[in-house]
Nanobody, 123 residues
Framework: QVQLVESGGGLVQAGGSLRLSCAAS????????MGWFRQAPGKEREFVAC????????RYGGFVEGRFTISRDNAKNTVYLQMNSLKPEDTAVYYC????????????????WGQGTQVTVSS
């Protein structure tokens, strides 16, 4: 079992930055692929980024366009999402997820989920 708790969401103006954190508890955190997803009202959950247990392997959704960076600190059981150049269309609830599958990029592939953190970008 893995428990995930996100933090770091909030209200930011367009062009600003936020860093989301996801603290994991449980065993063998370093063996899990960690992902970030987001869901805006009325829309499906969307893949944002994932990182394997090896830091050189990361993957991003097509809309990211170099604005977001996922990283992880296995010693702290924490994964981060640094978001820069935020746009109003980035407004959503952001979810952290974990699974043993390699570099999973769809929500159905993830077994464990956090409760989400709201990110609101004003224009």
């Amino acid at each position: 079992q893995v428990q995930l708790v996100e933090s770091g969401g909030g209200l930011v103006q367009a062009g600003g930055s936020l860093r989301l954190s996801c603290a994991a508890s449980g065993h063998s955190f370093s063996l899990y692929t960690m992902g970030w997803f987001r869901q805006a009202p009325g829309k499906e959950r969307e893949f944002v980024a994932c990182a394997s247990w090896r830091p050189e392997f990361t993957r991003y959704g097509g809309f990211v366009e170099g604005r977001f960076t996922i990283s992880r600190d296995n010693a702290k059981n924490t994964v981060y999402l640094q978001m820069n150049s935020l746009k109003p269309e980035d407004t959503a609830v952001y979810y952290c997820a974990a699974d043993r599958r390699w570099m999973a990029a769809t929500s159905s592939e993830y077994a464990y989920w956090g409760q989400g953190t709201q990110v609101t970008v004003s224009s």
